[in-house]
């Protein structure tokens, strides 16, 4: 697993000479209708071990919560089950709305 800071992954997103990562999103349903980065898909934390298939193993993975430890945990585990490209979003939305998106609601 990489961790990677909000502004990087704001740069990787921009980047359209790489392809862009799959934003998985580990918070739960009000947390993601309260602020989202563009393009997530959500899928709470406690759903991730069931829904593991709808995932691409070679995909670039960008796991994200609030403030980064439901990510990690998640990032953990997919790691665990041989996704290779897994990144945890250092800080969370919450570094998101900060450091990239200050008219980003936060909660």
């Known amino acids: 697993m990489e961790h ?3 502004p990087a992954l704001a740069e990787w997103l921009a980047d359209d000479s790489r392809p862009g990562p799959f934003l998985l999103d580990v918070r739960e349903n ?9 393009g997530s898909t959500l899928m709470p934390m406690q759903t991730v071990p069931a829904r593991i298939d709808d995932l691409d193993e070679d995909a670039s993975i ?3 919560c609030h403030h980064g430890a439901r990510s990690l945990q998640v990032a953990a ?3 665990r089950h ?6 945890n979003l250092t800080g969370g939305i919450h570094a998101w709305a900060l450091q990239v998106d200050g008219a ?4």
């Open 4 to 6: 990677i800071t909000a």
């Open 82 to 87: 041989a996704f290779a490209k897994v990144y």
């Open 30 to 38: 009000w947390e993601f209708e309260t602020c989202q980065i563009a």
């Open 77 to 79: 585990f997919l790691e």
């Open 62 to 64: 960008v796991c994200i």
């Open 104 to 107: 980003m609601p936060k909660y």
